[in-house]
């Protein structure tokens, strides 16, 4: 799986910024898609994950506020983010999780086994 991430930039708090990946030799059966990020000196943070049937999956610090979504007809997933806030300043990736199972039922989470990501796009949000 290849990841490209783009859309990174300065914004204002409560403004919005959507970022875009572009994905290629993804396979919807082996793998989730979504986003992580992580600021300087802080852990990696998995913020939103996009199952093959469109189920979303997102971390609380940003559910509400931002949007996975696909366009399958351009191999390109997005995340929309809205009411950004300085906390949200961080290095974003796009990436694809191992999909777990339980019970026969599949589960895709930004807390799944990370199996590839880009390179990443920063995001900065101040003033």
């Known amino acids: 799986v290849t990841l490209v991430e783009s859309g990174g930039g300065s914004v204002q708090p409560g403004g919005s910024l959507a970022l875009s990946c572009v994905v290629s030799?993804?396979?919807?059966?082996?793998?989730?898609l979504g986003w992580f990020r992580q600021a300087p000196g802080n852990e990696p943070l998995g913020i939103a994950a996009l199952d093959s049937d469109g189920r979303t999956n997102y971390a609380d610090a940003v559910r509400g506020r931002f949007t996975v979504s696909i366009d399958s007809a351009k191999n390109t997933l997005y995340l929309q983010m809205n009411s950004v806030k300085p906390e949200d300043s961080a290095m974003y990736y796009c990436?694809?999780?191992?999909?777990?199972?339980?019970?026969?039922?599949?589960?895709?989470?930004?807390?799944?086994?990370?199996?590839?990501r880009g390179q990443g796009t920063l995001v900065t949000v101040s003033s």
């Open positions: 990436a694809a999780y191992t999909p777990r199972f339980r019970g026969g039922t599949r589960f895709c989470t930004p807390f799944n086994i990370l199996n590839a």
């Open positions: 030799g993804y396979n919807a059966r082996d793998y989730c």
